[in-house]
């Protein structure tokens, strides 16, 4: 994914979006609470939304590093030489 600004956008109709905030493209990511979660959080939707974001985005980038390394290891097994 290229760097560009985001911005996570409530809707105003149970929806928060993850959106390039210079692009009319689809959202990246879409969240929708139902009515009966929408009661359990009060006001409180955004700041779980945006909570729920950042865990994603996290676990993404350590994934992908796991992933790295792993490929880091096996380059570096194949590469070995014993005489």
């Known amino acids: ?7 996570i956008v409530d809707l105003g109709d149970g929806e ?4 390039r905030a210079d692009d009319d493209s689809a959202p990246l990511v ?3 609470f139902s009515d009966e979660s929408q009661l359990y959080l009060m006001d409180n939707g955004l700041e779980v939304a945006k909570a729920m974001i950042q865990a994603g985005i996290q676990t993404a980038a350590a ?3 796991a ?13 070995r030489v014993l005489h």
């Open 63 to 65: 994934l992908s590093d």
């Open 67 to 79: 992933a790295e390394l792993e490929v880091e290891e096996e380059s570096s097994d194949e590469a």
């Open 30 to 32: 879409t969240i929708r």
């Open 1 to 7: 994914m290229s760097t560009s600004l985001l911005e």
């Open 16 to 19: 928060i979006v993850l959106q």
